[in-house]
């Protein structure tokens, strides 16, 4: 991260962070665009882009469009569309995060409304067992003093 506050205009490398968090949690993310700029080598990036090009007139059925000399158009970029769009995309994650997480603490009190079920059976159950015992403590009681009367 160091080299990268220290580059002008360098990112910060959060992008990567949120994006792990977001697979964690289950997050689709496909069919997002990504947003990054990753700057490679011009000419092969200028190249990549005319046979692209190339290949989206051929498939058009007109491969005159795009002449070798011919700069590839590009489509204005703006600032504040950009940001925009990376604000609406982080919203967008955001509202998906607190979906889950909703999601996630009904499964949680469903848990512990089984767990809590659960517990009431097991103690009702060893009421049950107590009350037995208590009852076999009694009969042989019982069955001792009336060995004991009658001399065994």
Same mark, same amino acid.
């Given at each position: 991260?160091?080299?990268?506050?220290?580059?002008?205009?360098?990112?910060?490398?959060?992008?990567?962070?949120?994006?792990?968090?977001?697979?964690?949690?289950?997050?689709?993310?496909?069919?997002?665009?990504?947003?990054?700029?990753?700057?490679?080598?011009?000419? =092969? !990036?200028?190249?990549?882009? *005319?046979?692209?090009?190339?290949?989206?007139?051929?498939?058009?059925? &007109? +491969? $005159? =469009? !795009?002449?070798?000399?011919? *700069?590839?158009?590009?489509?204005?970029?703006?600032?504040?569309?950009? &940001? +925009? $769009?990376?604000?609406?995309?982080?919203?967008?994650?955001?509202?998906?995060?607190?979906?889950?997480?909703?999601?996630?603490?009904?499964?949680?009190?469903?848990?512990?409304?089984?767990?809590?079920?659960?517990?009431?059976?097991?103690?009702?159950?060893?009421?049950?067992?107590?009350?037995?015992?208590?009852?076999?403590?009694?009969?042989?009681?019982?069955?001792?003093?009336?060995?004991?009367?009658?001399?065994?």
């Amino acid at each position: 991260m160091d080299t990268c506050v220290k580059k002008k205009n360098g990112a910060l490398p959060y992008g990567l962070q949120i994006t792990t968090i977001l697979n964690h949690f289950g997050v689709d993310l496909s069919g997002e665009k990504e947003t990054r700029d990753v700057k490679k080598n011009a000419p =092969v !990036m200028e190249q990549v882009g *005319e046979e692209a090009q190339m290949d989206e007139a051929k498939a058009a059925g &007109n +491969e $005159d =469009v !795009m002449q070798e000399d011919q *700069e590839p158009p590009s489509a204005p970029s703006s600032s504040s569309r950009v &940001n +925009e $769009d990376n604000f609406q995309l982080v919203l967008g994650r955001l509202d998906s995060l607190a979906t889950s997480m909703g999601n996630i603490q009904t499964s949680i009190g469903n848990i512990q409304t089984s767990f809590d079920n659960f517990s009431s059976m097991v103690i009702k159950r060893f009421s049950t067992y107590d009350e037995h015992f208590a009852t076999l403590e009694t009969s042989m009681e019982e069955i001792n003093e009336r060995l004991i009367n009658q001399g065994i």
